[in-house]
């Protein structure tokens, strides 16, 4: 079965600075894909940036990236030069080969708030 | 103008009520999905849909019954709800069920069980 873990509840970071949302996965398949995706207060799901498992660089999105180690099943994504609508809680998701067609599993998320 | 438009946003109904949830996609996706976002609990997946056809039912209670006349709208029909089913319920499409493809969502129906 499918895991992610975001250890992060919550997450704090000054305007314009970076700072990284960590994510852990586990699978046993070879072959899968990764998902970030941001919530506003408002409740709709952004889609960030995707990652598979199979790609040779790490997936950037502008001032998004994702910090790929395959060997260590992590996921972290990286925002640089944040700003105050980045405010919103994240979500870290996957999809693998195995599972049925369609089905993403999703972290409990990390809430961030940036502060001016 | 959003892609995927859920309708209502906000939904308060009594336990004995029956009510639907819609959602349209203007993507031209061939997947659509059901999710149930509680408070303090991960995004739970609920239906699948590709192409018209139901390939994911995740241990869903009957008085959940989804609908997906065409690959375009999909529906939720709600009948003798309990107020654990009180959440905020988003609807999702993505261009095909295949691994690679991200999940474009709605703003949500924040259902309200009394």
């Known amino acids: 079965a499918q895991k992610i873990t975001q250890t992060q509840p919550g997450m704090f970071v000054q305007e314009k600075e970076a700072v990284t949302l960590d994510c852990t996965y586990d699978t046993s398949d070879p072959s899968y894909g990764l998902f970030w995706y941001k919530q506003p207060s408002s409740g ?61 599993t999703f972290g409990d998320g990390t809430t961030l708030t940036v502060k001016p | 103008e959003t892609g995927v438009t859920q309708t209502p946003r906000h939904l308060v109904m009594g336990m004995t009520n029956k009510k639907s949830l819609k959602c349209e996609q203007h993507l031209g996706h061939n997947a659509m999905y059901w999710y149930k976002q509680s408070a303090k609990k991960p995004l739970e997946l609920m239906f699948v849909y590709n192409f018209k056809e139901q390939t994911e039912n995740n241990s869903v209670p009957s008085r959940f019954s989804p609908e997906c006349p065409n690959s375009s709208h999909l529906f939720l029909h709600l009948h003798t709800l309990q107020p654990e089913d009180s959440a905020l319920y988003l609807c999702a499409s993505s261009q095909s069920n295949r691994r690679d493809q991200p999940q474009h969502f709605g703003d949500g129906t924040r259902l309200s069980i009394l």
């Open chain 1, 44 to 104: 709709e799901m952004i889609f960030l940036i995707y990652q598979g498992s199979y790609d040779q660089q790490n997936a950037t999105e502008g001032r998004y990236s994702l910090n790929f180690q395959k060997a260590r099943k992590s996921a972290n994504l990286v925002i640089s030069a944040s700003q105050l609508g980045d405010s919103a809680m994240y979500f870290c998701a996957m999809r693998d080969f195995n599972t049925n067609a369609g089905k993403s």
